[in-house]
């Protein structure tokens, strides 16, 4: 008899471990300063910890409801009002997730059908382009180039086919820090009602926007608000990522089917965690003071840059910066990014990873969540590049 497992065949066979594994690895083998992964490195509000551990003390420890706590839907039904100006009915809107991640699967699963396309924006955070695949549909990419990485819309129409069904977007953009303006949405608004298109929007760094400007997200367009899922993660905005609590919010019609799936992937999330998160939500600030709190990282790192080889791009939210690195090293982004971590004690990440047709434009990601002591290390080897 043969080995059995010849006889299977992966259903995605050009998936690796992942490029953050591979680089947080080599940081770890090298000693070197890890601004590869992208997660905060500081800890969440004490206030947060405390209130998970008292809703363990005082006995919520069995499961939620499967759609998640009705008081956490409630508050996030309330931020969203504040913070979006739209208003969405807990019961049927929000559900609360795993993670976005495990959000952003099971709605993929449930309305993406085989043979399905799906329109993607790439470099691409690289979880959409297998999920994608898994549910049968097709991935179609519209390149994004660097240095504003901003979207043509008459090249995306041009991508649009019968076979057409959904639009992937997600602003704050990772790894390129750009966003999503009104005249982008307006755009894909148009194109949605032409096409009969449906959107899936990943606005997890929703919080995380810079100079004064406002997210815009999908929920807010009057011509989406019917056709549109948006998703979002607690770990993202509370320093947690390893929590994993998010939640999808939209339009209750595709609601009803996300959860069909997500009931039978996790049924529902971590119940004393969704407690507290509720009663943290309460206090508008633990959100609203996000975007200063990342812009003066921001800027410590590109203080930092100056007199480097490397050339910031614009960075406009998420908690990432990319630079071109053409003026160091003619290596490939991924060679380069390797040598960078052994010669010079840096992790970072390769943008064309996030590019399935491999385009390399000599560009690599910076994650700067990190506490200002590790970012006034990583400036000190950056500033010994000037000599190089």
């Not at 043509?152 to 997600?170: C, H, K, M, S, Y």
């Not at 998703?231 to 019609?253: D, E, L």
């Not at 039978?264 to 943290?280: E, K």
């Not at 991924?334 to 971590?341: I, M, N, Y």
């Amino acid at each position: 008899m043969g080995d059995a497992t010849h006889s299977i065949a992966s259903k995605l066979p050009e998936t690796g471990t992942t490029i953050f594994s591979v680089m947080s690895a080599l940081a770890r083998e090298c000693g070197a300063i890890n601004l590869s992964q992208g997660f905060p490195d500081f800890p969440s509000d004490p206030r947060l910890i405390e209130g998970v551990y008292r809703h363990m003390q005082a006995g919520h420890n069995q499961y939620a409801p499967m759609p998640g706590l009705p008081a956490l839907r409630q508050a996030i039904a309330g931020k969203m009002a504040r913070t979006q100006g739209v208003h969405l009915d807990p019961e049927t809107e929000i559900t609360v997730t795993a993670g976005a991640t495990q959000g952003l699967i099971s709605a993929i699963q449930a309305l993406v059908h085989p043979g399905d396309e799906v329109l993607l924006f790439e470099p691409a955070y690289d979880l959409y382009r297998p999920a994608v695949e898994l549910a049968g549909g097709r991935p179609v990419a519209h390149q994004l180039k660097a240095p504003d990485y901003a979207v043509d819309w008459d090249a995306v129409e041009r991508l649009i086919g019968p076979r057409t069904r959904f639009v992937l977007v997600n602003t704050p953009h990772n790894p390129t820090g750009s966003i999503l303006g009104r005249s982008d949405w307006q755009a894909l608004e148009r194109l949605a009602e032409k096409h009969a298109l449906f959107v899936l929007s990943d606005e997890v760094y929703e919080h995380l926007i810079f100079d004064g400007e406002q997210h815009c997200g999908a929920l807010q367009c009057t011509g989406l608000r019917d056709r549109s899922l948006a998703f979002f993660s607690f770990g993202k905005t509370f320093h947690n990522t390893g929590w994993k609590v998010g939640y999808v919010a939209g339009a209750g019609h595709l609601m009803q089917e996300v959860r069909k799936v997500h009931q039978y992937t996790v049924f529902s999330v971590h119940t004393p965690t969704q407690y507290a998160l509720a009663d943290y939500l309460q206090d508008e600030q633990t959100y609203l003071g996000l975007p200063a709190l990342f812009q003066q990282k921001r800027d410590r790192f590109l203080q930092a840059l100056r007199g480097s080889p490397f050339r910031p791009l614009p960075c406009r939210g998420t908690y990432f910066v990319t630079c071109n690195f053409r003026a160091l090293s003619a290596l490939p982004d991924l060679e380069f990014a390797r040598w960078f971590t052994r010669e010079h004690g840096i992790a970072t990440i390769p943008v064309s990873v996030f590019n399935h047709s491999g385009l390399d434009e000599g560009v690599v990601r910076f994650c700067f969540a990190k506490t200002d002591a590790v970012l006034e290390r990583a400036a000190a080897k950056l500033k010994t590049l000037a000599a190089v």
